[in-house]
């Protein structure tokens, strides 16, 4: 990082600078201890959920059921490739939602009515327990149409055979939506009424973009709302739409579909937005009399609301865990290198890790977090308590290997007296301010933060940080995870991602990161979930060396770091072939091999 102090130091002497400077005086809570030697041939992920090989992308109907989490994704069984979207439900099976095992395809394209694809859907639980898909079929005329599936055996906790039903589709294409346009169905909820409701996204002919409900006694016959969900003329196609309910703000438990919820309680309506590749959120008001829904403080243009994340994810979906009662969030994240690549190494497309997702306390957005049972793999650990940072300071993290972490720190601001005045314009666009102000422009409150996959030298390194501006008289934190020098490779996309983290800087005088460091996967939550970014990197030197991992501050003005944990991560059991986890017969040793 050419912009940085004390990185001018000659590659060979980055260590020892950083050791004999100022801002190196670190309490340290355990004995560092060198990394292994060996380098990481790939981009494959250690501890996302990821197949085997071939392609993944949206992630389908996960559940909780008989003590199994199932996951269930897009998939292309045959190559690296989304190919002509002709693609299957990938399945696999895991008590922890870390340690996966895979099954057969839960669903291939072999029916008339999903004959060019069995495309994006949910699951949902009937009365009786029983739990039911509904997806959509690339039929075989294209057009898209919402079916049905039930499990052969509802008895086997590992699900492993559903049948669809001839009578498929339950919904036909509607004559005033587009033939490609009619998809997704969300997760089936039940109303006061005793009807069963769905939303599907609908690209109409006269160009509105709009979530369309649909109601049911039986889960066959479906009949359509007089009013949309969502209707928009400026936000284009919408899709995968999620609709939600959620506790009391601060309450980290979640909530499932119960027809008690009715509108009384506050709901998230999420949509994933095609022009921007972006999803989108905003609480709001659900009414089962009338099945609409109203945003609080929001217009229906969905690209203004917030989002789930200011990074590169797409394609969203959640679920009630039933088991620990909370609501899960998973998320894909698609490559962003050539597709040559892609079918060089075999696979494409990465899951985030599932996140826990609640309202915050001040009711006004959702905070999202790893799952605990992440914090499993954790098993080397550094730590320091009460550094400082002085302008221009770096800090290199030794005794974690850098290409697969967990850090948390803490950042104390002692002074906001040197903050940079914001241009009201540039309050509109985040990320492009932080690829104005990166990580290497000297500021004034900031840019301080991590240094992730970072070479030796520097030369490659991806930049997680914040930086304090001061707006009408009061402070907005910028969060900023810039990919410009992730990679020396020219191929890839590399652009720098930002939004602002809704904390009080001028009362807390702290904010805390933590970043999951995963080879090609950086994901990072600022302010306690508040803001969130996911990046996909590519980094050459990972072929033959170790990645690491360092802490700076380019702002005019000392930092300290308050506390940092940084943890090495044990890989994961992630859908390895012959692991042994299962059994034909049952699924008893997959429990136990956790």
């Known amino acids: 990082m050419a912009g940085l102090r004390l990185a001018a130091c000659a590659a060979v002497a980055v260590h020892l600078c950083l050791l004999l400077s100022p801002s190196a005086a670190l309490r340290w809570l355990s004995d560092p201890k060198p ?33 199994v989490y199932h996951f269930f994704y897009q998939h292309n069984p045959y190559r690296a490739t989304w190919g002509n979207g002709n693609l299957s439900w990938g399945h696999s099976v895991s008590v922890d939602l870390i340690n996966w095992s895979a099954l057969e395809n839960a669903m291939d394209p072999d029916s008339s009515f999903d004959i060019n694809g069995c495309w994006s859907g949910s699951a949902t639980f009937l009365a009786n327990g029983t739990p039911v898909f509904l997806y959509t079929g690339i039929d075989a005329d294209n057009n898209q149409v919402q079916n049905v599936a039930f499990p052969k055996n509802a008895s086997d906790p590992l699900l492993r055979e559903w049948v669809k039903p001839s009578y498929n589709p339950v919904i036909a294409l509607p004559d005033d939506v587009v033939h490609d346009n009619f998809r997704d169905p969300s997760t089936a909820w039940l109303g006061r009424d005793g009807l069963w409701r769905v939303a599907v996204s609908a690209g109409l002919k006269d160009g509105t973009g709009s979530t369309l409900v649909y109601r049911s006694k039986d889960f066959r016959q479906w009949e359509r709302n007089a009013e949309p969900l969502y209707s928009s003329d400026n936000s284009g196609m919408v899709e995968c739409p999620d609709l939600f309910p959620v506790a009391e703000p601060g309450d980290q438990n979640g909530l499932d579909y119960t027809p008690s919820n009715g509108a009384a309680a506050s709901y998230v309506l999420k949509q994933s937005v095609m022009v921007t590749l972006s999803d989108y959120y905003v609480l709001g008001r659900y009414d089962d009399a009338v099945d609409t829904f109203s945003p609080v403080e929001a217009d229906n243009d969905c690209r203004t609301w917030q989002r789930f994340d200011y990074g590169h994810v797409y394609a969203s979906k959640s679920f009630y865990d ?15 290198d050539p597709e040559a690549d892609y079918l060089a190494r075999g696979w494409a497309g990465v899951q985030t890790v599932p996140r826990r997702i609640w309202l915050d306390s001040d009711g006004k957005q959702l905070l999202q977090w790893p799952i605990e049972e992440i914090e499993t793999l954790r098993k080397t650990r550094v730590g320091l308590l009460g550094a400082e940072m002085k302008a221009g300071g770096m800090n290199e993290i030794i005794g974690v290997a850098g290409a697969q972490a967990d850090v948390e720190v803490v950042f104390e601001v002692p002074s906001l007296e040197g903050a940079e005045n914001l241009d009201p314009n540039q309050l509109l666009d985040p990320q492009r301010l932080c690829g104005e102000k990166g990580a290497s422009v000297l500021g004034g409150v900031g840019p301080f933060g991590l240094l992730v996959l970072a070479s030796g030298d520097l030369q490659e390194h991806t930049s997680v940080f914040f930086r304090v501006f001061r707006h009408e008289g009061k402070y907005k934190v910028l969060m900023c995870t810039d990919l410009r020098r992730s990679t020396t490779r020219a191929d890839v996309y590399k652009p720098p991602y930002g939004g602002f983290v809704d904390i009080d800087i001028e009362k807390e005088r702290s904010i805390s990161l933590r970043t999951l460091v995963d080879h090609s996967v950086v994901e990072s939550y600022g302010g306690g979930g508040r803001t969130v970014i996911t990046a996909r990197v590519y980094p050459e030197h990972a072929a033959t060396t170790n990645s690491r991992l360092f802490m700076f501050n380019n702002g005019t003005g000392a930092v300290k770091v308050s506390k940092l944990d940084a943890w090495e991560l044990a890989p994961a059991k992630v ?20």
């Open 322 to 336: 039933a088991g620990k009662k909370r609501r899960v969030l998973w998320s894909w994240a698609n490559e962003s």
């Open 35 to 67: 990394e292994s030697a060996a380098g990481h041939g790939s981009y494959r992920t250690a501890y996302h959920f990821q197949p085997t090989e071939n392609w993944q992308n949206d992630p389908n109907g996960p559940m909780y059921y008989k003590g």
């Open 575 to 594: 859908n390895v072939p012959g692991d042994g986890l299962i059994t034909a017969g049952s699924s008893m040793h997959l429990r136990e091999a956790y």
